[in-house]
């Protein structure tokens, strides 16, 4: 495998080396401003589906507020909360973990500097020693919190948004991702006051949306855009009905661009491109509602009425659909999924609809749209029609019958995550996991006796890297797949 | 004039009216708090920065929500200008009719807001508070999003998109209470050690940049509604709202 396609692999911006994020990662103006948001001061909440690109955003941010860097306004320290025992504690327990990971994560920024930094696992400790660090330095601190809401689990939020509250200072400026299903802050965090929400949205209509796809495209995927484009294409027209045809979502438009790049004609035309949708909706989309399922936890029987309203959508043939806000607060968890997997984004909370009553409006992955499109041929007319932004919304409205059919099934508290049973073998290199683990890693791991991917996930680092055949970048990339796997 | 001043103070004429004259002084002094803060937002004076950043991104809130609530409900800023007319009026007291961020912006919680023995006097006419999002907002905010075309309105109104319409001015509240706190202490001069720590340049530019936004996002909503004063009509409210943000958009 090339150094190239090893990196087009790699989906999470996690995944990358810091030497290499900065090469293989672009921002638009949008995403310039979100990120001058992460670095100044004051509370942000970043919201946005899978794969929208939030941890890059926030890896961005924390990689201008290096401790050494004398010129940055502020010091960063990121914090992934991907971490199991996390996920399944609650209340003072959780408390104390996610001290201690804070306190790891600030003394390891600490080492690469000759500042000072010591707590015990108390939030009051942690917030004394991070004030205390923040007046040797004469500098703000930002906390960039990853990850921090899972979406098959909302029960440990309140405490993670009573301790986000709780560290938010003058001096500390706290940030945090989250998805946006997400609503239970708990009773402490008003989500209006307590912080500003930043929707991860990149839509066409935003300044710089085909340049940031371009650039994307030749940061890594060189040999594709040294592809001949029929005549039909320009590389901007490509890039862009790429970028908008995967709603903006950044880790689609890196398949939809390896899907591409597969392709055996000669030149790139609008057959390619039809190709890879078609491609894309058998092997990536469609799969990922199953992949999805073992996540949500008790939110798992929402998988079947989202594949329903999934149907229903892009059988409207309409690049955007309006529904009954009747519609939408009753299967709500549904839409919510759907967002999150990719196959909508919310474009508009509220518009006035021809049927009566008010809707949202989303937009639809065209990839998605494109299984219905007779013959499956993308035309000229097709590829011009789609890639305007002023076409009619089809509506769905409460009184019809289209939706009458779909029943929100009884959700259950308290459910596990299926995921954590699945054996190892369903993380090995696949669609889903384009840099998922080998077969040898997969024997070594099971002779080590590791069966299930609980148990790898609570594997210490330390015990994977005893393993045969196992380095600090197999444990690492051990470590992404399970990572991946239970929270992407 | 600048576009966003026409967005929030309308296109008064001095001399027709007393609220004409009002808006007129207000818009004057809100396009030079325009140009100061875009001259500021690009310096590399650090010191400069510190100093007047919050100084004027609160100062364009107050000046753009005067105007935005003269507006709205003239006999607000009417009143005032009746009571600094008088010759009992002197500038070295505290004036208890003047403008105030909490009770003319903000407003207090309310709980119950039509209860059954609902008094006049009882009623906050706080520009973003509980009376005038059923009164006012809803409305207008329903019809801005009716009212501007997809791919029209550019970044803000891709953003101003996702605000539902019942919820308008909670957030409209929740932004501009954040702004206006964290601008007030360098105003006070709250701090008693080097303020650089907590008004970096990042740190003010954004908050510059986010109360442009915030300026933009409740003006261009205002004129969507037949209620407002001196309204401008939707489309080119939509051509200022577009013209402002290439203008300040850094």
């Not at chain 1, 039809?274 to 399922?293: A, H, I, R």
Request: glycine share 6%; hydrophobic share 40%; net charge neutral.
């Amino acid at each position: 495998m090339s150094a190239q396609e090893d990196v087009n692999l790699r989906l999470a911006a996690e995944d990358f080396e810091p030497g290499d994020f900065r090469k293989y990662h672009k921002f638009s103006k949008n995403d310039e401003r979100v990120i001058s948001k992460l670095i100044a001061h004051g509370p942000i909440l970043l919201q946005g589906g899978r794969g929208s690109g939030k941890s890059a955003l926030m890896i961005e941010a924390k990689g201008r507020l290096n401790i050494n860097n004398q010129a940055a306004p502020a010091c960063g320290v990121y914090l992934s909360l991907r971490h199991m025992p996390l996920l399944r504690s609650s209340g003072a327990e959780y408390e104390r973990i996610f001290c201690e990971l804070l306190i790891d994560i600030v003394q390891r920024e600490v080492e690469q500097s000759h500042y000072q930094f010591s707590a015990d696992a108390s939030l009051r400790s942690v917030q004394y020693g991070i004030a205390d660090l923040s007046r040797q330095m004469n500098k703000r601190i930002v906390l960039l919190f990853d990850d921090a809401a899972h979406i098959g689990r909302e029960a440990s939020l309140a405490e993670f948004f009573d301790i986000f509250r709780t560290l938010s200072s003058s001096i500390v400026s706290c940030k945090a991702t989250i998805y946006p299903g997400v609503t239970n802050f708990g009773t402490r965090f008003d989500v209006y006051n307590d912080a500003t929400v930043v929707d991860v949205v990149r839509s066409e209509d935003q300044a710089g949306f085909g340049e940031l796809f371009v650039e994307i495209m030749q940061a890594r995927f060189p040999q594709l855009v040294e592809r001949p484009l029929s005549s039909d294409l320009r590389l901007e027209s490509l890039a862009r009905f790429l970028g908008k045809s995967v709603l903006g979502n950044m880790r689609s438009f890196i398949f939809a661009c390896n899907t591409l790049n597969e392709t055996d004609e000669k030149s790139i035309g609008l057959a390619s491109v039809g190709q890879t949708f078609v491609s894309l909706t058998t092997n990536y989309y469609w799969p990922l509602l199953d992949e999805v399922k073992p996540k949500l936890g008790k939110y798992e029987p929402m998988i079947e009425p989202s594949r329903a309203i999934a149907e229903l959508l892009f059988k409207l043939s309409k690049t955007s659909v309006l529904v009954h806000r009747e519609i939408v607060s009753r299967l709500l968890k549904a839409f919510e999924i759907l967002e999150y997997v990719g196959f909508i984004g919310k474009r508009e909370s509220s518009r006035s609809m021809k049927s009566g009553g008010r809707g949202c409006r989303y937009a639809l992955n065209l990839c998605m749209l494109f299984e219905n499109v007779p013959g499956r041929r993308l035309t000229v007319d097709l590829f011009g029609a789609w890639s305007e932004s002023n076409e009619e919304p089809a509506e769905i409205h409460v009184k019809g019958t289209a939706t009458s059919n779909i029943r929100m099934p009884v959700l259950v508290d308290g459910a596990e995550l299926e995921i954590l049973a699945e054996p190892i073998e369903n993380l090995r290199k696949s669609q889903i996991y384009p840099y998922g683990l080998t077969d040898r890693m997969i024997e070594t791991l099971q002779q080590a006796g590791y069966a299930n991917v609980k148990q790898l996930s609570e594997a210490p680092e330390e015990e994977l890297d005893k393993l045969p055949w196992v380095g600090t970048a197999t444990v690492r990339r051990m470590k992404n797949v399970v990572g991946q796997a239970i929270w992407l | 004039m600048h576009p966003l001043t026409e967005l929030a103070c309308g296109e008064p004429k001095p001399t027709t009216s007393n609220i004409g004259e009002i808006l007129t002084h207000l818009s004057l002094t809100l396009d030079r708090l325009i140009v100061r803060s875009v001259k500021l937002r690009d310096t590399d004076d650090q010191v400069e920065i510190a100093l007047f950043g919050p100084v004027l991104a609160r100062a364009l809130l107050e000046v753009a929500f005067t105007s935005l609530l003269g507006r709205l409900d003239p006999f607000r800023v009417l009143l005032v200008r009746e009571f600094q007319k008088q010759p009992s009026y002197v500038v070295d007291r505290r004036s208890g009719v003047a403008f105030n961020w909490q009770p003319d912006v903000q407003g207090d919680k309310v709980t119950d807001l039509f209860k059954a023995d609902l008094k006049l006097k009882d009623v906050p006419r706080a520009l973003l508070g509980s009376y005038y999002q059923e009164t006012f907002w809803r409305e207008a905010c329903q019809s801005l999003l009716d009212t501007v075309p997809f791919h029209r309105g550019a970044d803000w109104m891709s953003r101003l998109r996702l605000v539902d319409p019942e919820t308008f001015a909670s957030r409209a509240r929740g932004e501009s209470e954040r702004i206006y706190t964290i601008c007030s202490k360098g105003v006070h001069h709250e701090f008693v050690i080097s303020p650089g720590a907590y008004y970096d340049k990042g740190t003010i530019q954004s908050l510059i940049q986010r109360s442009f936004e915030l300026i933009g996002m409740i003006s261009i909503t205002a004129n969507m509604c037949e209620t407002l004063a001196f309204r401008t009509p939707a489309n080119r409210a939509i051509d200022l709202y577009e013209e402002a943000q290439r203008e300040l958009v850094a």
